[in-house]
């Protein structure tokens, strides 16, 4: 299966992903939140990079209830801006 690439929107709400993702974290460590949202430290520095800027839904599911944020928070940090 070939994966399409992504567009520049796509990477851009990725980014966004990752940044409100690091600010969340605060002062805790990766390993720490990565364990409480049951998965690998790698995998949240992926996410928190960009590098995967479209992770699954129950990853980011696990990641929100680990961090404290609502879904709807995080739709509202990273919906695509709108079209002018």
């Known amino acids: 299966m ?5 567009t520049p929107e ?3 709400r990725g980014e966004r992903l990752g940044r409100l993702l690091r600010v969340a974290r605060g002062e805790r ?3 720490e939140v990565a ?3 049951g998965l690998s430290a790698e995998t949240l520095r992926k996410i928190e990079t960009g590098r995967a800027p479209t992770p699954a839904f ?3 599911a696990a990641l ?3 961090l404290g944020l609502s879904m709807d928070e995080l739709l509202v940090s990273c919906a695509p ?3 002018a």
Not at 2 to 6: A, F
């Open 2 to 6: 070939v994966r399409t690439p992504l």
């Open 10 to 12: 796509e990477r851009e």
């Open 29 to 31: 460590s990766m390993v």
């Open 35 to 37: 364990a409480a949202a």
């Open 58 to 60: 129950f990853t980011v």
């Open 64 to 66: 929100a209830g680990a």
């Open 81 to 83: 801006a709108p079209v």
